[in-house]
């Protein structure tokens, strides 16, 4: 079982990078942010012919969830972050699929700092925290994957000190992402790969794919019960490497098949 995650930064412009992506990769499901595109704009007849059916939230010009599934249709459970009816920000959209729950995320930038931006962050991850409590210990595989805009150590980023002034990069969202650790959520990529320096977004700027001087700010956080089937971890670099692509590539993960009695 591959799930994967990937911030694609425009799904209508870079359509034939996703599809040429899912048909070489062939993941089983699929968490996409960043859509920039209305609900009725979202390319679900390309992707169906594709192989995968979907279910997702849009929004025109920013933000924008989707959770794709090889084969079959998702399920979707919640359509947006519990905890501020007044929030109309897609962020959040949560489906089950092939046994497995899956949350996907679009967790805000805030920047500039200090400022509502930066506040509605933490609020946000406050929500996410509080939502992600009462899926961590299902007897399901639960995995919440997405761009969490968060730069959890200082091993997670080419040079800690260029970030300092970044809301990324800030006490109080590292703090928030590790009270999700805390809770028995798993990193996976640092499950598997403590030591090695693995980035997952690259900005346009500055040529900074090619000197790799990135971030890894797009995670997949795993339940016990998904993190005891976990087999390998990765980030597809090549991805990023190509012609008008995003500016973060697609991160995976793949589990076991679950164990029959």
Known sequence: MKIATFNVNGVNGRLPLLLGWLEEAQPDI???????????????A????????????????????????????????????????????ARYIEAASCGILVGCLYAPNGNPRPGPKFDYKLGWNARLIAHAARLVGLDEPVVLAGDYNIIPTDADVYKPERWLD?????????????????QGWTDS??????????????????????RDAGLRIDHLLLNPA???????????????????????????????????G
């Open 30 to 44: 699929v968490c996409l942010q960043e859509l920039k595109a209305p609900q009725d704009k979202f390319p679900a």
């Open 46 to 89: 390309a992707l169906e012919k594709a192989g995968y059916g979907a279910v997702w939230r849009g929004q025109p010009r920013w933000n924008g969830v989707a959770i794709l599934a090889r084969g079959c249709e998702p399920i979707e459970t919640t359509r947006a972050l519990p905890g501020d009816e007044a929030d109309d920000q």
């Open 166 to 182: 970044d809301a990324l990069f800030q006490p109080e969202p590292r703090a928030q992402y590790e009270r999700l650790l805390e």
């Open 189 to 210: 990529l640092r499950r598997l790969h403590p030591d090695e320096r693995i980035f997952t977004f690259w900005d346009y700027w500055r040529n900074a794919f090619a």
């Open 226 to 260: 998904a993190a005891a089937r976990l087999r390998r971890a990765g980030v597809a670099r090549e991805v990023r490497a190509r012609e008008g692509t995003s500016d973060h590539a697609p991160t995976w993960i793949e589990l076991r098949s679950p164990r029959r």
